[in-house]
């Protein structure tokens, strides 16, 4: 069983960069693929992205591709999530969730951080 702490939130202006980063707890976090979910106000939960457990393979929503970068560090047991030209509309709660596997499927993921918010203001 691992837990998971979100931190790196705050409010940005549209075009800025924030980076999050997911502290995992647990001498087993290379055997979670873990992933970043967002939920925007009185929206539902969406995905955002996901990493594997090598960290090779990374897989990202198609509103994030190309501003957005997730990595992971198995020595720090922290995943981060890079996020660039912020838009408003990334505004949102962004979760970490752990699994042992990398698909983008909110029912994938059994364990969840507590969520950090970010605001994007235009």
């Known amino acids: 069983q691992v837990q998971l702490v979100e931190s790196g939130g705050g409010l940005v202006q549209a075009g800025g960069s924030l980076r999050l980063s997911c502290a995992v707890s647990g001498r087993t976090f290379s055997s979670y693929a873990v992933a970043w979910f967002r939920q925007p106000p009185e929206s539902e939960r969406e995905f955002v992205a996901t990493v594997s457990r090598t960290g090779v393979i990374t897989n990202y929503a198609d509103s994030v591709k190309g501003r957005f970068t997730i990595s992971r560090d198995n020595a720090k047991n922290t995943v981060y999530l890079q996020m660039n030209s912020l838009k408003p509309e990334d505004t949102a709660v962004y979760y970490c969730?752990?699994?042992?596997?990398?698909?983008?499927?909110?029912?994938?993921?059994?364990?969840w951080g507590q969520g950090t918010q970010v605001t994007v203001s235009s």
């Open positions: 969730a752990a699994s042992t596997d990398y698909l983008p499927f909110h029912s994938t993921y059994t364990t």
